[in-house]
């Protein structure tokens, strides 16, 4: 099966784990790039992944928890 080119709202919200309102924040930021095909709004799939790609890399230690001072 061939890679989408691009994502619906809803798709590009299930590959990317993102919530949708924070989808439309980071589209009105000009964080991630959109087009309109009639009513459909289109996420180019670089665009997702050239945003997730940006993000710091997460500093997760397993076994250790915080503990109330």
Excluded: C, F, W
């Amino acid at each position: 099966m061939s890679e989408a080119i691009a994502h619906t709202v809803a798709d590009a919200v299930r590959v990317s784990g993102l919530g949708r309102t924070s989808l439309y924040e980071l589209i009105g930021a000009g964080k991630i790039e959109a087009r309109k095909a009639g009513n459909r709004t289109l996420i180019p799939a670089a665009s997702l992944r050239a945003y997730i790609t940006s993000l710091p890399a997460a500093d997760i230690r397993t076994g250790q928890r915080k503990t109330a001072a």
